[in-house]
C-alpha cells in the first residue's frame, strides 16, 4: 500500500530563518510527487510536481527536491505570509489516485 | 479562469440525516474528484469520475455515500444516514486531463455531524 509521511508535524521559523520540509514515501512505482499548499478554510494549491530522483523545481523562496525514497521543500528566508499547511503527494505507476501525507503546518513570525 | 465552486461552505446537521454538496468544476476539466478531509490528515480520495465515468471509487463507502456526475459537468455527493465520523471538509477537485495534471481544488464544505 502506498504511503506519505511527512515531517515534521509543524515547524515555526522567524522571518529569514530558512529550513526544509521532509516527505518520505513507499509506493511500488513512482509516477510523480507533488507538493500543495494549503491555507485555512481554503482548498489546496498546486506547487510543483516531480518525476524523477535528482530533479528540482523552484518557486519564489520555495524549492522541491526528489530521491528515490523522499522529497523535501526547501524554504529560503521565509516570510509571514509563506504560513500554511504544505502536502505531499504520490502517484504510483499501477494506480489512477493521489495519496497524500497529513501535511506541514508552516508558521512564520515577523 | 474561474475556478472550482462548491456549496455549501457550511453544513450541520444530526447523525442520521442526509446532507449533499454540489460541485461546479473548472470548464473544460475533464476529471472531477471528491475528496474527505479529516482535521489534521491529508484529504483522502473518495471517488474520481472522468467525463461521466467512474474511474475510482474503492475508498467510498457505498453503504451511505453515493456521487453523480451530470453531463460530464457538475457533480454532486450525497451521505445517508450521516454518522459522526463524516465531520470532515469536503473537498471538489478538477483537472483538465488524468490524475497526472495539477489539480484545482474548490474550498470545500466542512460539515459536522452531532
Known amino acids: 500500500e502506498d504511503q506519505v509521511t511527512q515531517s515534521p508535524e509543524a515547524l515555526r521559523l522567524q522571518e529569514g530563518e530558512s529550513s526544509s520540509l521532509n516527505c518520505s514515501y513507499t509506493?511500488?512505482?513512482?509516477?510523480?510527487l507533488f507538493w500543495y499548499r494549503q491555507d485555512p478554510g481554503k482548498g489546496p494549491e498546486f506547487l510543483f510536481t516531480?518525476?524523477?530522483a535528482g530533479e528540482e523545481k523552484e518557486k519564489e523562496r520555495l524549492k522541491a527536491t526528489l530521491t528515490k525514497k523522499e522529497s523535501f521543500l526547501h524554504i529560503t528566508a521565509p516570510k509571514p505570509e509563506d504560513s500554511a499547511t504544505y502536502l505531499c503527494?504520490?502517484?504510483?505507476?499501477?494506480?489512477?489516485?493521489?495519496?497524500f501525507g497529513a501535511g506541514t503546518i508552516l508558521r512564520v513570525k515577523s | 479562469e474561474a475556478g472550482v465552486a462548491q456549496s455549501p461552505r457550511y453544513k450541520i446537521i444530526e447523525k442520521r440525516q442526509s446532507v449533499a454538496f454540489w460541485c461546479n468544476p473548472i470548464?473544460?476539466?475533464?476529471?472531477l474528484y471528491w475528496y474527505q478531509q479529516i482535521l489534521g490528515q491529508g484529504p483522502k480520495l473518495l471517488i474520481q469520475f472522468q467525463n461521466n465515468g467512474v474511474v475510482d471509487d474503492s475508498q467510498l463507502p457505498k453503504d451511505r455515500f453515493s456521487a453523480e456526475r451530470l453531463k460530464g459537468v457538475d457533480s454532486t455527493l450525497k451521505i445517508q444516514p450521516a454518522k459522526l465520523e463524516d465531520s470532515a471538509v469536503y473537498l471538489c477537485?478538477?483537472?483538465?486531463?488524468?490524475?497526472?495534471?495539477?489539480?484545482?481544488f474548490g474550498n470545500g464544505t466542512r460539515l459536522t455531524v452531532t
Open positions: 509506493v511500488s512505482g513512482l509516477r510523480g
Open positions: 470548464s473544460g476539466h475533464a476529471t
Open positions: 516531480l518525476y524523477s
Open positions: 503527494a504520490v502517484q504510483a505507476w499501477d494506480g489512477n489516485k493521489l495519496v
Open positions: 477537485a478538477s483537472s483538465l486531463r488524468d490524475i497526472s495534471s495539477p489539480l484545482h
